[in-house]
């Protein structure tokens, strides 16, 4: 999804798009959105390593998720 965005503010980019009342850019906020995607997607990658880790060994589940028991 952060590539799709990122695609769309070069497509905008391209085609000089702006808002219809304020006429800035448009293209930064796209650019934007892309790299929190990104970002987001980083972080649910590390949560879902952290979770596998914690299935394997019962210790490391302990210690991570002692807090939320």
Same mark, same amino acid.
Request: charged share 20%; net charge negative; aromatic share 24%.
């Given at each position: 999804?952060?590539?799709?965005?990122?695609?769309?503010?070069?497509?905008? =980019?391209?085609?000089?798009?702006?808002?219809? =009342?304020?006429?800035?850019?448009?293209?930064?906020?796209?650019?934007?959105?892309?790299?929190?995607?990104?970002?987001?997607?980083? =972080?649910?990658?590390?949560?879902?390593?952290?979770?596998?880790?914690?299935?394997?060994?019962?210790?490391?589940?302990?210690?991570?998720?002692?807090?939320?028991?």
């Amino acid at each position: 999804m952060g590539y799709a965005a990122i695609l769309q503010g070069n497509y905008l =980019v391209e085609k000089a798009w702006t808002s219809d =009342v304020l006429r800035f850019p448009i293209a930064p906020f796209y650019y934007f959105e892309g790299v929190t995607l990104f970002i987001f997607a980083l =972080v649910i990658l590390a949560d879902a390593l952290r979770y596998f880790f914690a299935a394997a060994d019962r210790g490391y589940a302990e210690e991570t998720f002692r807090e939320y028991s």
